[in-house]
Structures are given as structure tokens and as C-alpha cells.
């Protein structure tokens, strides 16, 4: 449990946000409410046992705070996930009650140690070590199947190490939700090129040789298509996108939009994450609390690559 001030509210409330739940318990020293549930709160924080964070704040010492979160009455609870409120109670609730909010939106314990597994991926794959952190990402898959954060990172893995028929294995329950997530109809996409490259005869074919073929034939579709097939399966991401977008050009309905969706399925594989939710660049934190000394974050190179493919295929389909 914490004491939380303006002072140290970035750092103990948004901040630790971004990585755990933190429950904000706004109480005041007169409440007699206040003083059971405190009690109550400290205990449940021991049982889940690093499931979520409890903080606390007076909030007739701290108005600025309670008058941020619209407090009008305490004890009112707040649970803050990635910079911002989640859910919330008032009242002094029983255990049981507590317990149900709870478990309504923290993690399990198989999926906090399959995130716990996912980061230590992470970083083995950082550090260059990708047989561990395949290893790793497929334990984490296999405690919480359902974590689809470390599913799109497992199969990227897979086919960028050519691993092709088990990309396509642990692709397959992502495939099946409905609707599929775009980043997953990206990796489909991804995947087709490097199955294309493998086992189709074109797949061994030069860039110059395809250049023949379509110098002699603009509107020769199929070698264009091949051609941006075997530039994602190298890496040349945007020349792919620049060949499709002269099939595009030419006739954007060819074979079922196959070029347009493989744009946007390129489009989606280099796109930088997004950040998390949090300070925002006006200068205030999610809340809405003042903080100092926050500036704008410049566009990344890649980033603005993306916006400015995104506006030529806008361009090409209006």
C-alpha cells in the first residue's frame, strides 16, 4: 500500500499503471466507512499477491487529486490500467463484493506468468537469442493460449526464421476468431509470400526477370503479384507496396482486391506499436492532472513512412 500525493502520483498511479492495475483508494481520516474497507483492500492486495497495486489518497489533503477524478463521495475506489480509469466503486463493499470487482478485470495468475514469460522473450529476442525466445513465447502460449499479444509475436517469429508449417499451426486459432484481428490477416499475408517463395517455380525468379515480363506486358498481373510476393519474402517492403500500387492503379479489383489487402497487410506489419496510453503531449497526465515539462513526440521515420503509403493507396482507391 501507498500514499500517494500530486507529488508522486505520476510516477505511484500513471506510470506504475502502465504495467500493472493500481487501485486507488480515496478515503479521508474522519470516514468511518473509509476505515473498514481500508482494512479490507490492504488484505486483498496481499492475497493477489501482485495482481494489482493499492494506493492511497487523502483526499482532503490532496482536493486537487479528488477533484481530477470527480469525487463526491468516499470511500470511493478507482482502477487504473495504461494511464486511465478503468472501473470504480463507492462504498464500503464486502470482501465477496471486492473480490468480484477484482476478479472481473485483473489477469489470472496463468496469464500474469505467461506475460512474465512474454517479457523475458522479449528480451532474449533483443538480445539476439531467438532459439530461447521461441522457446519461451511457446511455453507462454501454452499457459495462456489465449494471449494474443504473444501469439502475433510467436508466429512473426516463426516466419521470419522460416519456420513455415508451424507459423501456420499456431496462425490457425487466431484465424479462426471472428472477426480476425487485423494484425493476424497481416501475418496470413506475410505468411502466403513465404509459401509462394518456397514452393512456387517464380518464387526462384530474378527481380530482372520479372521486369522483363512486365516491361513487355503493363497489365501483366499475376508476374506484378508474384514480383511483390518475393520483395516481402526479402524484406523490400516498399518496393512490394510500389508494385502493388501500379496493379492498383490499373484495376483495383483484381483477383478479389488480393493486391490491396496485401498493401494493407504490409502496411500493418510496419506499423511501430502504438504507445501506451498515458501522458499525453497538452501536458497533462490521463487523468487530467497538470504536470510540467511534457513535450510533443516527434513522428518516427517509419511511422511517417507508413502515413505516407497509407495516403497513396487513399490516393489510388478515391
Request: proline residues 5%.
Amino acid at each position: 500500500m501507498i500514499n500517494v500525493t500530486t507529488e508522486n502520483f505520476e510516477a505511484e498511479v500513471i506510470e506504475a499503471s502502465m504495467s500493472t492495475f493500481v487501485l486507488v483508494d480515496f478515503w479521508a481520516p474522519w470516514c468511518g466507512p473509509c476505515k473498514v474497507i481500508g482494512p479490507l483492500l490492504e488484505k486483498l492486495e496481499t492475497d493477489y499477491a501482485g495482481r494489482f497495486t493499492l494506493v492511497k489518497i487523502d483526499s482532503d489533503q490532496e482536493q486537487e487529486l479528488a477533484g481530477a477524478f470527480g469525487i463526491r463521495s468516499i470511500p470511493t475506489c478507482v482502477l487504473m490500467k495504461d494511464g486511465k480509469p478503468l472501473d470504480g466503486f463507492m462504498g464500503a463493499l464486502p470482501e465477496g463484493q471486492l473480490r468480484e470487482f477484482l476478479d472481473k478485470h485483473l489477469p489470472s495468475e496463468d496469464a500474469l506468468q505467461a506475460e512474465a514469460g512474454a517479457q523475458k522473450a522479449q528480451e532474449h529476442l533483443e538480445s539476439g537469442d531467438m532459439q530461447t525466445a521461441q522457446e519461451r513465447m511457446a511455453e507462454a502460449l501454452a499457459t495462456n493460449p489465449a494471449n494474443d499479444d504473444v501469439r502475433f509475436e510467436y508466429v512473426k517469429l516463426l516466419i521470419s526464421t522460416d519456420q513455415l508449417g508451424a507459423a501456420a499451426a499456431a496462425l490457425a486459432p487466431a484465424l479462426s476468431q471472428i472477426p480476425v484481428q487485423l494484425r493476424f490477416e497481416a501475418l496470413q499475408q506475410w505468411l502466403n509470400a513465404m509459401e509462394f517463395v518456397a514452393n512456387d517455380p517464380r518464387g526462384k525468379m530474378s527481380l530482372a526477370q520479372f521486369d522483363e515480363k512486365i516491361e513487355a506486358n503493363k497489365r501483366d498481373f499475376e508476374t506484378r503479384f508474384a514480383k511483390s510476393r518475393v520483395l516481402m519474402a526479402h524484406g523490400g517492403w516498399t518496393a512490394a507496396m510500389d508494385e502493388l500500387l501500379e496493379i492498383i492503379m490499373r484495376d483495383k479489383k483484381w483477383d478479389e482486391e488480393a493486391p490491396r489487402k496485401t498493401f494493407v497487410a504490409i502496411l500493418e506489419l510496419l506499423s511501430p506499436p502504438k504507445p501506451k496510453a498515458g501522458t499525453e503531449a497538452s501536458g497533462k497526465t490521463a487523468s487530467g492532472i497538470e504536470i510540467a515539462g511534457k513535450t510533443a513526440v516527434e513522428e518516427d521515420p517509419q511511422a511517417a513512412m507508413v502515413s505516407a503509403y497509407r495516403r497513396k493507396l487513399s490516393m489510388m482507391l478515391n
